[in-house]
Structures are given as C-alpha cells and as structure tokens.
C-alpha cells in the first residue's frame, strides 16, 4: 500500500491544521493507522493511532486533548485535526499502516509509511 500525506502548513500558535493521508494499492481497512512526527534533531515519535474500524484510538500525551484521529475507510483516507498548536508541535508529520491489533505506539510495528509533510508552528 502506498501512503501520501497532505496538508501540512505553516500556522500560528494556537491555531489548527488538518493534516490528510490518503492510502491506494491495498485494502485500507485492514490496517491499523498511526500518526508519528520528527522534528529536527529528534527520534520519530508517536502521535495518534486508530484501529482499523475506528474504534480504538490512542494519543501521545503531549497532544492529549488538542489532536484527534480520524478515518474514513470508504475514502481509503486517515484524518489528523490539530488544534492548539504549539512550537513544539513543529516538525515533519508520518502517516504509516500496521497490521498489528492494538494500535501500536513503536514505529517499528508499522510496515508503510508516508513521505511525510512539513508542519511549523510560530510562536
């Protein structure tokens, strides 16, 4: 499967951004989503994750109230809205498919990944 990530942007501080990753080449409902981030300097991170019907989700804490997952399988499509944004929010954001089923949080359990979008936030 292969992933395209969109939406990326720059934004003020306290300001929102919906980010996209539109999924083609396989079955998109048979994987779990993730959202990680790299900023500069840093080891990739876990942001949000979604299971494969939507049900499940989890969240890093540092974004806990501020970003929501979402999926919209019958558009083979992975939704990140992001509000609140901070600086710290600033950094190259990843969408990538699992097979696992728990919604993982290391990246080494995801298998695909997206060629990544830009997100900088101003303070």
């Known amino acids: 499967v292969q992933l395209q990530a969109f939406g990326g942007g720059l934004v003020q501080a306290g300001g929102s951004l919906r980010l996209a990753c539109a999924a083609s080449?396989?079955?998109?409902?048979?994987?779990?989503m993730g959202w990680f981030r790299q900023a500069p300097g840093k080891e990739r991170e876990f942001v949000v994750g979604?299971?494969?019907?939507?049900?499940?989700?989890r969240s890093a804490d540092s974004v806990k109230g501020r970003f929501t997952i979402s999926r919209d399988n019958a558009k083979n499509t992975v939704y990140l809205q992001m509000n609140s944004l901070k600086p710290e929010d600033t950094a190259v954001y990843y969408c990538?498919?699992?097979?696992?089923?728990?919604?993982?949080?290391?990246?080494?359990?995801?298998?695909?990944w997206g060629q990544g979008t830009q997100v900088t936030v101003s303070s």
């Open positions: 990538a498919t699992s097979l696992r089923f728990v919604v993982p949080t290391r990246a080494d359990e995801y298998d695909n």
């Open positions: 979604i299971s494969r019907n939507g049900y499940i989700t």
């Open positions: 080449g396989g079955t998109f409902s048979v994987f779990d």
